[in-house]
T-cell receptor, first 114, second 115 residues
Framework: NAGVTQTPKFQVLKTGQSMTLQCAQD?????MSWYRQDPGMGLRLIHY???????DQGEVPNGYNVSRSTTEDFPLRLLSAAPSQTSVYFC?????????????FGPGTRLTVL | KQEVTQIPAALSVPEGENLVLNCSFT??????LQWFRQDPGKGLTSLLL?????REQTSGRLNASLDKSSGRSTLYIAASQPGDSATYLC??????????????FGQGTELSVKP
């Protein structure tokens, strides 16, 4: 198993540009989520999904969109990038909504918005 | 609002020492508590998961305890090695989020083990 994969690993955007961060898992996990990690703020939940076709907002959803058309993929879209979205983005997945089992994290995407 | 705190923020020890990392949380209504390891520039690796009904979990040289009533967890690392150098993150899954396992993270403890 490849586990949780994320692409790209690094990205530089200009203010106002849009882009999609890709996340995929091959473990047949129902639950997937996106976090951002910032110095001094720790990791914070952006959006999550409990299954294909179902998504919901986390703690910091503004400026981001998600969709879940398949069990395997959970892309995160930045609609109009802002410098405040400069961060490291992590995708995570788990089998049982993370209530009884661990969550697996991808290697991260390091995004800089100029 | 659930808050997770980890003290100290950084810790440096000589190789071979036993050490304890601390995590505290403000609301005892949790499904579980997890300890993660994060190497520089890398993702998070799960080390131990403790369900709310459990008191401790062990994996190799690692032992994690959970005291829900006092809102505390400790991660004990025995016979530390330079390869243990990393940032250790504690996270809880609050019970109010019945739609899914949202994790609330602490800021982490950066551990350095000197040869």
């Amino acid at each position: 198993n490849a586990g949780v994969t994320q692409t790209p690993k690094f990205q530089v955007l200009k203010t106002g540009q849009s882009m999609t961060l890709q996340c995929a898992q091959d473990m047949n996990h129902e639950y997937m989520s996106w976090y951002r990690q910032d110095p001094g703020m720790g990791l914070r939940l952006i959006h999550y999904s409990v299954g294909a076709g179902i998504t919901d907002q986390g703690e910091v959803p503004n400026g981001y969109n998600v969709s879940r058309s398949t069990t395997e993929d959970f892309p995160l879209r930045l609609l109009s990038a802002a410098p405040s979205q400069t961060s490291v983005y992590f995708c995570a997945s788990s089998y049982s909504r993370g209530l009884t089992d661990t969550q697996y994290f991808g290697p991260g995407t390091r995004l800089t918005v100029l | 609002k659930q808050e997770v705190t980890q003290i100290p923020a950084a810790l440096s020890v000589p190789e071979g020492e036993n050490l304890v990392l601390n995590c505290s949380f403000t609301d005892s209504a949790i499904y579980n508590l997890q300890w993660f390891r994060q190497d520089p520039g890398k993702g998070l690796t799960s080390l131990l998961l403790i369900q709310s009904s459990q008191r401790e979990q062990t994996s190799g040289r690692l032992n994690a305890s959970l005291d829900k009533s006092s809102g505390r967890s400790t991660l004990y690392i025995a016979a530390s090695q330079p390869g243990d150098s990393a940032t250790y993150l504690c996270a809880v899954t609050p019970m109010i989020y019945n739609q899914g396992g949202k994790l609330i993270f602490g800021q982490g403890t950066e551990l350095s083990v000197k040869p």
